[in-house]
């Protein structure tokens, strides 16, 4: 079998499970924050944090260990726009918020047979097209020639490094101190600690991000034709799966495409062996625009961010990005603004 084949098939079974316990958990970071700040319930919101230590352990374990090179993803480029990258989280954040949830969350409600979500897959689609090569590129181009560095020092790692620590000892210290801290914020809950689905679902998707950078990064290394290191992320590769869709002739899968078409699978067989499909609609036209609104935030902001809630959020943190820090809180910021205050988005009356 072929490194090629390999990376597919890795990025189909991350994808089925990341599916399967996105249905069977909610897992998803918009709804986390929402249950947190605005029901009270906090035991979602510590999924995402078990997760994401899982995730940055794992990751850069990894890493140590020799298996993976961090430092060829995207995540830890010399250079990047911190400006760009905080307003494309903003607008992610609040676009998340008018559409009910980010674009892994609208693939698991796919499906489920949320029609909505349809829409808000196609929206964000386009638009991240739009932010990457067509209309819009342009604007973001000139955004990011006016306001792009070039750092030594882009990771937190690095950052300690340039401090004085030995490169092993900051690797390990950061990795450890924020891992830990992410995983006894979430076990000091006990609602969570009792919730055995929460639990598991939280160190699931932090190993099947882990599992990602495996898959590309060591089972994808080739000296002639090496799979970009990559894991899992929604806005590029879902856009990436609406062009192979239409215009697959002359083009190849990846491993981004075939995670979203593997979420998608992976949500509707355990919806339907579950009993959990139906299909669902929009409320109002009203309904429907704001959820086509917030799909093109999410779209053109997950281009400018360099990634989602999970591109970001946890693939990105993972790699203990200084960008991606930026990005994560870009992208709170804009998800509280949608939550809370005067910006909030009002819930729709009932039909």
């Given amino acids: ?40 319930d906090a035991r979602l919101v510590r999924t995402y944090a078990l997760a994401m230590g899982v995730a940055i352990a794992a990751s850069q374990l990894l890493a140590a260990a020799g298996l993976v090179d961090l430092g060829k993803s995207i995540y ?7 400006p760009v990258m905080f307003l494309g989280g903003l607008l992610f954040g609040y676009g998340m918020v008018l559409s009910n949830g980010c674009g892994s969350r609208a693939l698991v409600l796919l499906g489920r047979g949320n029609l909505r979500s349809f829409v808000v897959v196609i929206v964000l689609g386009i638009f991240a097209e739009m932010t990457l090569k067509g209309l819009i590129a342009p604007a973001r181009m000139a955004m990011l020639q006016a306001s792009q560095v070039t750092t030594t020092a882009n990771s937190v790692p690095a950052l300690l490094a340039s401090l004085g620590f030995g490169a092993v000892l900051a690797r390990m210290a950061a990795a450890s101190v924020l891992s ?22 939280g160190l699931i998707v ?18 002639f034709n090496p799979t970009p290191v990559a894991s899992l992320t929604f806005v590029a590769p879902i856009a990436d799966a609406l062009q192979y869709v239409m215009l697959s002739t002359g083009s190849t899968l990846n491993f981004g495409i075939v ?3 593997g979420v998608f699978a992976g949500s509707l067989v355990t919806a339907l062996a579950t009993g959990r499909f139906h299909l669902e609609g929009f409320q109002s036209p009203r309904h429907m625009l704001r959820s086509a609104g917030g799909a ?11 990634g989602c809630s999970v591109g970001q959020g946890l693939t990105g943190l993972s790699t203990l990005s200084l960008a991606s820090l930026v990005a994560v809180a870009g992208i709170l910021l804009g998800t509280a603004a949608g939550l809370r205050g005067a910006l909030r988005v009002q819930p729709l009356a009932a039909a």
């Fill in 206 to 223: 932090g190993l099947l991000v882990a599992a990602g950078w495996y898959a590309t990064g060591y089972l994808g290394a080739d000296d």
């Fill in 259 to 261: 995670t979203v078409l």
């Fill in 296 to 306: 093109a935030l999410m779209g053109a902001g997950g281009v400018m961010a360099f």
């Fill in 76 to 82: 830890l480029q010399s250079s990047f726009s911190a």
């Fill in 1 to 40: 079998m072929d490194v090629a084949t390999i990376v597919i098939l890795s990025a189909l079974i991350i994808g089925l499970i990341y599916g399967s316990v996105g249905l069977l958990s909610g897992f998803c970071m918009m709804s986390s924050l929402r249950g947190w700040w605005v029901q009270g």
């Fill in 180 to 201: 830990a801290a992410l995983i006894i914020f979430a076990f000091a809950h006990a609602p969570f600690r009792q919730s055995a689905g929460q639990v598991a679902a």
